[in-house]
Structures are given as structure tokens and as C-alpha cells.
């Protein structure tokens, strides 16, 4: 299977990303030695801060 080098924009990790993965093709298009995406944990971050920031703006 391909892999990519690629570093997320938010942790600043760097990760072998498969082809399976989703962001592959995009990481790929970039045409850079290091690629740039949001890596799984990093997502999961996000929507869950978002879930929260939600949850608060919700009228009692
Ligand atoms: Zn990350």
C-alpha cells in the first residue's frame, strides 16, 4: 500500500498516511514534501469542542 508523509496542522505530528485514508488524494495533489492535513485525533477534537460550544449557546 502507498503511504505519505504528512504533518498535521494542528498537533504538528507527523504521520504516514495509507491510501486508504480519506485525505489521501488530497495530501497527494498538495505536491509538497510535507503535506498538510488534520489528523483522526485532531478531528475528533474539533467536533467534540464543537458538540460543547453547542451545547452551551442552548437556551435553558
Ligand atoms: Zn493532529
Known amino acids: 500500500m502507498e503511504v ?3 504533518r498535521c496542522l494542528m498537533c504538528g505530528k ?3 498516511v495509507q491510501e ?4 489521501y488524494r488530497n495530501l497527494v495533489a498538495q505536491e509538497k ?3 498538510t492535513f488534520i ?3 485532531c ?3 474539533v467536533r467534540y469542542e464543537s458538540d460543547e460550544q453547542r451545547r452551551e ?3 435553558l
Not at 486508504?20 to 485525505?23: I, L, T, V
Open 4 to 6: 505519505v508523509g504528512a
Open 14 to 16: 507527523t504521520y504516514q
Open 20 to 23: 486508504d485514508h480519506k485525505d
Open 33 to 35: 514534501e510535507m503535506p
Open 39 to 41: 489528523c483522526d485525533i
Open 43 to 45: 478531528n475528533h477534537r
Open 57 to 59: 449557546k442552548k437556551p
